[in-house]
Nanobody
Framework: QVHLVESGGGLVQAGGSLRLSCAAS????????MNWYRQAPGKQRELVAR???????NYADSVKGRFTISRDNAKNTVDLQMNNLKPEDTAVYYC????????????????WGQGTQVTVSS
């Protein structure tokens, strides 16, 4: 069974740092972009950062200069380094992307992780 498994969330004071990790289980990254989204209470889910297989990155304006997305295609992991965290960064963070697996032939589907809570206190 294919999953994206996240880790690394927690509680941190404003100005602190956290590193989120996401690993593919049961499959491998398809070669398409991998994404981190977040959803704060009462708000829509928003794209935080995206990275292509070649390493091109894009960030939401609200996190530029503070967050860094990276991926290891050999390990099928994608990380989000979050520095200088602010209370408004408080949200559930989700990993998202296409994962492929071999079952007779290569199959691909888009997956979401289970989410990891990030809470930033002021």
């Amino acid at each position: 069974q294919v999953h994206l498994v996240e880790s690394g969330g927690g509680l941190v004071q404003a100005g602190g740092s956290l590193r989120l990790s996401c690993a593919a289980s049961g499959g491998i990254f398809s070669g398409n972009a991998m994404n981190w989204y977040r959803q704060a209470p009462g708000k829509q889910r928003e794209l935080v950062a995206r990275i292509t297989s070649s390493g091109t990155t894009n960030y939401a304006d609200s996190v530029k200069g503070r967050f860094t997305i990276s991926r290891d295609n050999a390990k099928n992991t994608v990380d989000l380094q979050m520095n200088n965290l602010k209370p408004e960064d408080t949200a559930v963070y989700y990993c998202n992307g296409d994962v492929k697996w071999l079952s007779g032939y290569w199959r691909v589907n888009n997956y979401w992780g289970q989410g990891t809570q990030v809470t930033v206190s002021s």
